[in-house]
């Protein structure tokens, strides 16, 4: 047996004591099912996510009723002619060219291509949480801001520049139908209301008269600016490093979708240039608040690639570990994102004097850092930063304060871990 110094001969006396303890607590490991460990972890999901898709759903409908409820204001538009016949006011004259693109196509647009990129990223990234936050996050700011520009759209709205070739006025109808009691009023008697119109489609008329917010300019920034915000932290653009041209042109391209998409009914005369911009302003908030919510920060490099979870507190600490940078990013270069070598990552390279090893599973985790060892629910296991656990990487140690914390993660499939 061989002669070890006095800390190290306490700490394997303390590691055989461990041992035997865990070994009579655990006894023989459990052999579950990859279908039981599975449904564990959905039944986990469940409970730490109900209350969002709850609440998701009921603010999903709120929004569709609220959408098909009447006008509560009753706004005035201009009618007056030249004695040749030209009308003075043209910005509400255009004509009804149809849409460019529809509600419900942008809003699928703006929902099934940010969720998309984020769910193929993941061959990648290799991270459940990451994939959860950012569908979550996605759905988030679509539902929240299309909520906010509903209710401003109902309680305020504005007449879209083709109004008048819907509305279809006649003048002589003003003293007949006038129920609002706003026709012919205003200076020179120009100002007149709905009850003018002679197109028989309230729908029709309604929509018409619902251009301010835009929802297409408010879906398409809620979606792309997440996307934007999401590209940002996975590809470190923004890091500690120069990055490469080419990142930082795709990192634009979700703004330049959310651009066209919401700037497109402005061919059409479909929306005014204000409807756009709040629209925009709308769906980038809502894009910036649900990113918060989801990552550990928007725009530092440090942690705006790490997902939050429920039921932790992360740890914002000046400088990050090897733990934070090799995961949730998919650059690959300059200590971001771990690189295979062989197949998957095993034990990694342990401090000098330190041994390795493998821990029993359900047992528990110690960590030996210099002359200190630190007990992870009881049973002694050495190395550097990362474990086994049945084949998967799944063991990180970060340093908090004056003493290392460690978690220890398992999961079933072939992710790296959640």
């Known amino acids: 047996m ?16 461990l041992h035997k303890q865990a070994s009579e607590q655990t006894g023989p490991p459990a052999t579950d099912s990859k279908a039981k460990r599975l449904g564990r ?13 709850l609440g998701m759903i009921l603010l999903a409908i709120a929004r ?3 959408y098909t409820t009447p006008l509560a204001a009753t706004r005035n538009f ?34 099934l291509i940010p969720i998309g990129v984020i769910a193929l990223a993941q061959l990648r990234i290799r991270s459940f949480w990451d994939l959860n936050n950012g569908i979550m996050g996605v759905l988030y700011a679509l539902i929240l801001g299309t909520l906010f520009q509903v209710v401003i759209k109902q309680l305020i709205g504005g007449f879209r520049p083709y109004f008048l070739s819907v509305c279809a006025p006649d003048l002589s109808r003003a003293a007949t139908h006038n129920a609002t009691g706003l026709n012919a009023v205003g200076f020179h008697s120009v100002m007149y209301s709905v009850d003018v119109c002679t197109n028989p489609d309230p729908q029709a008329l309604k929509n018409a008269m619902t251009s301010f917010p835009s929802g297409h300019s408010t879906a398409a920034f809620a979606g792309f600016v997440f996307l934007f915000l999401w590209m940002n932290a996975k590809l470190k ?31 059409n005369q479909a929306h005014n240039w204000y409807d756009i911009l709040a629209g925009a302003v709308i769906g980038a908030v ?24 429920r039921t932790e507190v992360f740890d914002y600490v000046p400088q990050i570990g090897p733990g934070h940078m090799e995961r949730d990013v998919f650059v690959k270069k300059l200590g971001w994102g771990r690189k295979r070598r062989g197949g998957r990552r095993g034990l990694g390279l342990g401090r000098r004097g330190a041994q390795q090893g493998l821990g ?52 079933w499939s072939s992710w790296d871990r959640l």
Not at 292 to 299: E, G, I, L, P
Not at 303 to 308: A, D, S, T
């Open 360 to 411: 029993v599973r359900g047992a528990a985790l110690r960590i030996r850092d210099g002359r200190r060892v630190w007990e992870i629910m009881g049973v002694a296991v050495y190395g550097n930063l990362m474990w086994r656990c049945r084949g998967r990487v799944t063991v990180a140690a970060r340093l908090s304060g004056s003493r290392w914390r460690s978690s220890v993660l398992c999961w």
């Open 286 to 309: 809502m894009a910036f608040a649900a990113y918060r919510v989801m990552y550990a920060s928007v725009f530092d490099w440090r942690y705006n690639h790490i997902p939050l979870k």
């Open 237 to 267: 653009v923004w890091g500690n490093y120069r990055s490469s041209f080419w990142w930082l042109a795709l990192l634009f391209a979700p703004l330049l979708g959310a651009t066209l998409q919401a700037c497109a009914l402005s061919v």
């Open 41 to 53: 972890f959905v039944l986990y999901w469940i409970k730490v996510s109900w209350t969002d898709v």
């Open 64 to 66: 569709n009723r609220i």
């Open 78 to 111: 201009p009618i007056t002619f030249t004695p040749s016949g030209d009308i003075v006011y043209p910005e509400f004259a255009y004509p009804d060219r149809g849409w460019i693109i529809s509600p419900s196509a942008s809003g699928l647009i703006a929902t």
């Open 2 to 17: 061989p002669i070890l110094p006095f800390h190290r001969r306490d700490a394997a006396a303390a590691d055989a004591r």
